[in-house]
């Protein structure tokens, strides 16, 4: 994964960075990342080495750490987290636990459910590089064609994106099927875009089909929850979402469909605002052709 060290990530997305990448850290950087999350203002207080000692890891950890969560050092880190103890201090809720209980009553699993989907959403918006985003958007605004691969929950994902952007007169496929996937990447060439959605970053039958879009000289986006698997060696461009954390009951396919829907709307509607003037009565003749289906 590229390091960037322009503009440190603020305060706010702190915790969402550490959500995102600690899957991908080792366990070691993990402590470090956890006691960060988990009580920023004690750790604001610590020096380098006092927060070493309180990992039990070291010094040199506790820098790349902060480097990996997008901190030229350790002291802009520091920084961070006090911004992020002055944020929870002034009146910010604190953090529930949402695990899903076999027995819980169904107003329990609402309320959970609800809070898990927001906390998503925030995670991946305070996480989303936007830049990346906007180059993203430009591509697909002016694409001879967008192909879209994912299976499972993401080819559900897949299939949402396709279908707005045939909406506004753009086209575009989705490709849940890994060999059609393929066959479909090898007629891809500059102009045309590639999109990737995978949470694990490491999905097989999502990778080959980007790879060989990248290697035809389309433009690939990857939309993952893990900014550093091997989905990221083929994208021109990265999206990372977030998730809430699995339960039993609330498994990876659940907590990544919110953030993913959430990027792929922000795709949406900025290719929606590039697009304004063939968009608009695009999806007003869509709406009309399907008017007399919704009349009663």
């Known amino acids: 994964m590229k ?4 503009t440190p990530p603020a305060p706010a997305a702190l915790a969402a ?7 991908s850290m080792t366990r070691s950087m993990q402590r470090v990342a956890e006691a960060v999350a988990g009580d920023p203002a004690g750790c604001a207080a ?6 070493a000692e309180l990992t039990g ?18 002291r802009d880190l520091r920084l961070a987290l006090a911004g ?49 985003l906007g180059a993203a958007v430009t591509a697909l605004a002016a694409a001879r064609r967008t192909d879209v691969y994912g299976v499972g929950a993401s080819g559900l994902v897949a299939q949402d994106l396709t279908q707005k952007l045939l909406r506004i007169g753009l086209v575009a496929h989705a490709h849940s099927d890994p ?3 393929v066959t479909n990447a090898v007629q891809l060439r500059a102009g045309d875009v590639a999109i990737a959605i995978t949470h694990s970053g490491s999905t097989g039958d999502v990778i080959e089909p980007l790879r060989v879009a990248f290697e035809r000289g389309a433009t690939t986006v990857a939309i993952t929850g893990r900014p ?7 994208a021109d461009h990265v999206l990372t979402t977030s998730t809430a954390r699995e339960s039993e009951l609330r498994p990876a396919a659940m907590s990544s469909r919110t953030g993913q829907l959430l990027v792929v709307d922000c795709l949406f509607v900025g ?25 009663s």
């Open 3 to 6: 390091e960037s060290f322009g």
């Open 46 to 51: 610590l020096t380098v080495t006092g927060l």
């Open 84 to 132: 992020l103890a002055a944020q929870q201090q002034s009146g910010r809720a604190p953090a529930i636990t949402t695990d899903i209980a076999a027995d819980d009553p169904i107003a329990d699993v609402v309320a959970k459910l609800a809070y898990d989907e927001q906390q998503t959403l925030a995670d991946t918006a305070a996480g989303l590089d936007t830049a990346q």
């Open 271 to 295: 290719v929606a605002q590039r697009t304004y003037e063939t968009a608009a009565p695009a999806l007003s003749a869509s709406y009309e052709a399907l008017a007399h289906r919704h009349r």
């Open 17 to 23: 960075k550490v959500r995102t990448l600690g899957p």
């Open 228 to 234: 550093d698997g091997p989905v990221s060696q083929y």
């Open 57 to 74: 890891t070291s010094e040199a950890t506790v820098v790349r750490t902060a480097r990996l969560l997008g901190y030229p050092g350790y």
């Open 179 to 181: 060999h059609l996937a």
